[in-house]
């Protein structure tokens, strides 16, 4: 073999072995990506495990709503006083009104703004039922339909004590709770804060069922 010919296969040689080299390196970088591809994935897989049993999944939105629920009430039993009702000198259970009205002011029956026009046909057909004018039947269905506010928190105080309840329609309209024998018979004007019926009072009679 001639000097030139030895030289061209060393470089021949040479470059294989580079060429060799390149495509070791690159291998083993490609295994290292698959590696760490491998072990983000399975790390990615652990959290979100654990994640779930633990119930932290940040997309459980059921999950996110209980804890809203619960933070929400949690700062409510905090905030809010327990209604408990009065217990008289001679044992009877009495409405503590203080938990029960509200901070509304009056507003004129006769100048406010009710939901339902006097020319309806559901105030004609009130005021014809029950001999009332539309006005008169204005105001008395209003509060009829906004008496349960009162009547809820009224309840509250009621336990193993309420009976029945209805409300007076005509002249008069009241909402009427009737009641055991050991609770205070007693009338209240309850003043509506509801939009609906905002500022109304509405006349409530406590009594004994018969």
């Not at 309840?155 to 007076?168: E, M, N, V």
Request: glycine share 4%.
């Amino acid at each position: 073999m001639s000097i030139s010919q030895h030289a061209i296969a060393i470089i021949c040689a040479s470059l294989m072995l580079v060429a060799c080299a390149d495509n070791s390196e690159k291998n083993l970088q490609q295994a290292a990506a698959v590696s760490t591809d491998h072990t983000t994935a399975g790390t990615n897989d652990e959290t979100q495990s654990a994640n779930t049993e633990q119930g932290t999944d940040p997309h459980d939105v059921d999950a996110l709503l209980k804890e809203l629920k619960a933070a929400d009430v949690t700062t409510q039993d905090a905030d809010t006083p327990t209604a408990k009702p009065i217990t008289t000198a001679d044992g009877k259970t009495q409405i503590d009104w203080s938990y029960i009205d509200t901070k509304t002011e009056r507003v004129d029956a006769g100048s406010f703004a009710y939901p339902f026009a006097k020319d309806s046909q559901p105030v004609m057909n009130y005021a014809k039922a029950y001999n009332l004018s539309p006005e008169q039947a204005q105001y008395a269905m209003t509060l009829s339909m906004a008496s349960p506010e009162a009547l809820g928190k009224i309840l509250d105080q009621l336990t193993g004590k309420y009976i029945a309840h209805s409300f007076r329609d005509g002249d008069k309209p009241a909402l009427i709770i009737q009641v055991t024998p050991d609770v205070v018979n007693e009338t209240h004007e309850y003043v509506i804060a509801d939009k609906f019926a905002e500022g109304l009072v509405l006349p409530i009679e406590i009594v004994s069922a018969k």
